[in-house]
């Protein structure tokens, strides 16, 4: 079956510094993929989204690639803020069906 | 624009009695409708959907069932709650088969 892997369970940065979280993913379909962001308490939201290969997509200063040919999907900034801590999840729907696989999040936490 | 509104808030329980959770989505016609829990810090787990009316999917078995009574409606529910259901349930809807899902506030419950 689909499968999401986060291989970061926690990241822990410097205000100001550049981060990247891995995604990678399995499926024998074309793949969409997806970051979701979600603050503490709160519900996931939609980051970023790519169906294209090689193509990179940018929203709120964080950026990620779809490699289909390395099946990742990193999500980077090239400077964290202390309002990027939160839990961030890579997933991935193909297929067409309407299942949508979550990787097992990794905590950002961004120290002054 | 679509919003989504989940009820109740919070929902603190006893092992063995009843539960229903609730979700309503407007401003989207014929959503794709699901259900998500997830343990404190955990990742989500899928457990239904729904495509249409009266017509729900289970992805995962947790002693839980789910109804979709109304084009708007989505419900979750149990004849005898455990511990093992305490957790953050969400709601989610998507436009599209296979497309990004957008969620709800959320539910949070404590089984005591």
């Known amino acids: 079956g689909d499968s999401v892997t986060q291989t970061e369970g926690l990241v822990t940065l410097t205000k100001g510094l550049p981060v990247m979280l891995n995604c990678t993913y399995q499926?024998?379909?074309?793949?969409?993929l997806f970051w979701y962001v979600q603050h503490l308490n709160e519900a996931p939201k939609l980051l970023l989204k790519?169906?294209?290969?090689?193509k990179r997509t940018e929203h709120q200063g964080f950026y990620a690639t779809l490699h289909k040919s390395s099946s990742s999907f990193h999500l980077q900034k090239s400077s964290v803020q202390l309002s990027d801590s939160a839990l961030y999840f890579c997933a991935l729907s193909a297929g067409g069906n309407n299942k949508l696989t979550f990787g097992q999040g990794t905590v950002l936490s961004v120290i002054p | 624009a679509q919003t989504i509104h989940q009820w109740p808030v919070a929902e603190i329980k006893a092992v063995g009695s009843p539960l229903s959770l609730g979700c309503t989505i407007k401003?989207?016609?014929?959503?794709?409708l699901y259900w998500y829990w997830q343990a404190t810090g955990g990742t989500l787990q899928q457990l239904f959907y729904s495509i249409t009316v009266g017509q729900v999917e289970s992805v995962v078995q947790l002693n839980l069932s789910a109804s979709r009574p109304k084009d708007d409606q989505f419900i979750l529910s149990t004849e005898k709650l455990l511990l093992s259901h305490s957790g953050f349930y969400l709601c989610a809807w998507s436009g599209d088969w296979g497309g990004e899902q957008y969620f709800g506030p959320g539910t949070r419950l404590t089984v005591l």
């Open positions: 790519s169906s294209t290969d090689n």
């Open positions: 499926t024998t379909y074309s793949p969409f």
């Open positions: 401003g989207k016609s014929s959503p794709n």
